[in-house]
Each structure stands twice: as structure tokens, then as C-alpha cells.
């Protein structure tokens, strides 16, 4: 275990821990789990960190438990929120349940490997339990002192806690118990708004079993400018591709300011020690080429979404900011290349108009609602100065044939100088 705790460590993982589990023995497997909300049928970003501590624990050689709360989803947790969310029935969460499982199964091994995750839902253990039963069984073992004790209580008590919610750290703790009973799981993994639901689980299974449980918390991430982390203008980014396309989820990372990339790059990768501070180097030396942020945005863009979309997004980005070619435009998909071209102006034509066009400077002034250029004159003078493109194919001179290849059979780009941007589509 000290193997995986340095390894935290290091990585800037690790917020709180209860100090014994220094003590645990290096020679046998441990298990350990993260609890993950079903609230929304797609992890985010934020997630990763806890993705990413169980993919560490994998690798030292423990094994993972991924518990989904089919049933703590009913209820609500109440750390680090300000009023009571809605509540969801099962049909919407068990939906949830499977596409978090589809997920988890990108980062961690569950077959081949004697250390192999698994994933559990805690509705099998509370689905037909009682409330009479829990009351009786479990909650006589807690004091109310000790549990409004615990900060995400004490926030809440003057804008108001339901009973629902006040329940909710020993509804946890009681996962706690049973992982450890049922799958010996002995240590529970999570951010740090949650360490105290995690001891609570770790004294219910002091004072219930008379044994010793462990538990470390990861920070919850910032950014340097006090900006939210996982949120942009559209909101979340999504572990999904049709909720966040890989392009943006590419975007999001490549645009890490200086001083967030190099803790970034050590809480959402797997590259060794070495190999960060290696990069960091050549980073510092030549700030400019953003060597830490291409880095970062290929392992985790690689990682969730698989070599070939990272590949499509940095030629998709290339549109943009670098060089490239019809080929690169052509081969990325009708809604990459809206979102890639996404806010500059647009021209809706018919084919017609594109076939009766009678040159390329009619085409690119009167025929093009004279959006691009304003006459005819003016093209012949862009053109003549070479810069003038139709799908990432300049034109060379006035006497060129209208480009009438169109993009996903409806679409034409047109570069007017370097930054300037048309997005062409025919009805």
C-alpha cells in the first residue's frame, strides 16, 4: 500500500487520510472503492480524479471497487451543496447505472488480471431492507451529536437540511460496512468534500464489527484563475462524445493556462514522474509551443476517447490554427466541422446558384451575398495576392474554376486571409 500512497503522493492526489493506513502491508492485494453518483448517465471530468485514483490502485497491484449508488441516487448528498437537488426514480437511474459501468470499463482491467475491478450497486443491499430494520440495526450505533458534527451538516442548518439528507452520511457509512463485510474492501477512496461520510463508514465499522477501516481523500481540483474546473460557457465536460465531442473535450485541455498544465498533468495521466518533469523542461523553455498542454490533451483525449478521435480532433484544430489540407477537412464528420467553424459567418445557398455562378469572383461577391467580399474587384485583387482558399485549396488565379467539390455533400469553407472564415452551405 505504501507503493500506491507515494504514488498519490507525488501527483498531488492525496487531501486527508486516516494515518494507520501507512501501516498496511505491501504484500497482499487490497481492495478499495470510490463511490460514483448516477445522476446523469454520463460521468464529467470532475469525475476523472476519482477514475483516476482507482486506476492507480490497479496499477500498484490492488483491486478496485467501482460501488454506483442505485440507491444513495434516491436520496442525495448533501456535501458541497447549497439546497436539495431533485430526486430521481429508478428507471432514470438504473438507465444511468449501465452507462457509468460502459465507462468505468475504459480506465480499469475487469477480466485477466487477479486484481480485476468490479463494479456493485448499493440498491442490491438496500433495496429490500426496511426502514424499521435500518433504524434499529444500524442507526442505534450513531449518535446524533456525531453525526451534526460533520461540516456538510453544519452548513446547512440555518437554510435548512431535510431528514432525507441528514440520513445520508450513514446511508454511506453503511456501504462502507457492507463493501467491507462482503467483499472485504478496507479502504474507501474519495474527494474531500466527502471525508466525513467516509469516517463515519469507518467508525460504524469500528463500533459494529469492532475493526479498523481506512480512508483517503483526494483534493477537489481548481483552476488558477478561480474559474470552476470541468465547466465551460456550455457547461459540463462530459466523459460522453455525444454529450461532449471529442473535439471539445480535446479543446478543453489544450487550452490549460501555464500554471494549471503541470497539475493536470500529473492528476489525469499515467505518465511516469520522470517524463512529467522532463516536459516540464522543454516546457519552460519554449512556453510558446504549449509543449505540457498537447501533451495533456493527448493522453486523456487517447484515454477516453481512443487514439483515432484524438487524432480526428488535432486535425480538426488544425483547421484553425495550423496547417492543413483537403484531406484533413474531409475527413473529419459533418458535426466537427460545425463545431470547429462554429461562430463564423455563414451563407446559405442553393446548387443552383454555386453551378450558375459565372466565375470566381462573381461567385465569391454577388453570388455569395457579397458577405465575403463586397465586389467583384475586390476578390480579383485577394485572389491576385494569393489569398483567397475554397476548402483549404488556394486559388491561384482569376481564371481558376469555382471549387464546386462540396464537405459531407453540403458544404464549402472559404478562407479570406488567414483568420478570416465562411462557411458555405447549400439547401
Known amino acids: 500500500m505504501r507503493k500506491f500512497f507515494e504514488e498519490l503522493s507525488w501527483r498531488g492526489l492525496i487531501h486527508d487520510y486516516t494515518p494507520a493506513i501507512k501501516e498496511l502491508s505491501e504484500d497482499k492485494i487490497i481492495k478499495a472503492y470510490i463511490g460514483f453518483d448516477p445522476t446523469a448517465d454520463s460521468l464529467h471530468v470532475g469525475s476523472l480524479v476519482q477514475i483516476m485514483l482507482l486506476v492507480h490502485l490497479q496499477r500498484a497491484g490492488h483491486s478496485p471497487v467501482a460501488l454506483v449508488g442505485g440507491a444513495t441516487g434516491m436520496v442525495g448528498d448533501p456535501s458541497g451543496k447549497s439546497k436539495e437537488r431533485n430526486l430521481l426514480g429508478e428507471e432514470e437511474i438504473s438507465h444511468n447505472l449501465q452507462c457509468i459501468e460502459k465507462q468505468l470499463r475504459k480506465f480499469l482491467r475487469f477480466e485477466g488480471v487477479e486484481n480485476k475491478a468490479e463494479v456493485v450497486n448499493n440498491f442490491d443491499w438496500f433495496g429490500g431492507m426496511s426502514f424499521l430494520n435500518f433504524i434499529r440495526d444500524v442507526g442505534k450505533h450513531m449518535t446524533i451529536s456525531y453525526m451534526i458534527a460533520k461540516d456538510s451538516v453544519q452548513k446547512r442548518l440555518e437554510t435548512g437540511m431535510s431528514f432525507t439528507e441528514f440520513s445520508y452520511q450513514l446511508v454511506q457509512g453503511y456501504d462502507f460496512l457492507r463493501l467491507y463485510e462482503d467483499k472485504g474492501c478496507i479502504l474507501q477512496l474519495g474527494g474531500s468534500d466527502q471525508w466525513g461520510n467516509m469516517l463515519t463508514g469507518t467508525e460504524l465499522i469500528r463500533r459494529m464489527l469492532g475493526k479498523e477501516a481506512y480512508a483517503i481523500t483526494s483534493p477537489l481540483i481548481t483552476k488558477a484563475d478561480g474559474g470552476k474546473f470541468g465547466k465551460t460557457e456550455e457547461g459540463n465536460i462530459w466523459l460522453d462524445p455525444e454529450k461532449t465531442s471529442p473535439y471539445h473535450f480535446y479543446q478543453f485541455w489544450i487550452n490549460a493556462s501555464d500554471e494549471d498544465a503541470p497539475k493536470y498533468i500529473r492528476i489525469f495521466t499515467i505518465l511516469e514522474k520522470e517524463e512529467i518533469e522532463a516536459l516540464e523542461k522543454e516546457h519552460n523553455e519554449a512556453p510558446h509551443l504549449r509543449i505540457l498542454q498537447k501533451q495533456l490533451a493527448k493522453e486523456i483525449t487517447s484515454l477516453v476517447h481512443g487514439e483515432s478521435e484524438y487524432e480526428n480532433a488535432v486535425k480538426a484544430s488544425n483547421l484553425l490554427f495550423g496547417k492543413s489540407t483537403l484531406n484533413d477537412l474531409k475527413s473529419i464528420n459533418e458535426q466537427t466541422l460545425l463545431q470547429v467553424f462554429e461562430g463564423v459567418p455563414k451563407i446559405t445557398l442553393s446548387k443552383s446558384e454555386l453551378s450558375e455562378a459565372k466565375d470566381i469572383c462573381e461567385f465569391l461577391s454577388t453570388t455569395t451575398q457579397n458577405i465575403i467580399f463586397q465586389s467583384k474587384g475586390e476578390a480579383r485583387r485577394m485572389i491576385q495576392g494569393g489569398g483567397v482558399s475554397i476548402n ?35 439547401a
Open 392 to 426: 483549404k485549396e488556394k486559388i491561384s488565379g482569376i481564371e481558376d474554376p469555382i471549387n464546386k467539390e462540396l464537405l459531407q455533400g453540403k458544404y464549402q469553407l472559404i478562407q479570406k486571409g488567414k483568420k478570416n472564415y465562411y462557411l458555405v452551405e447549400y
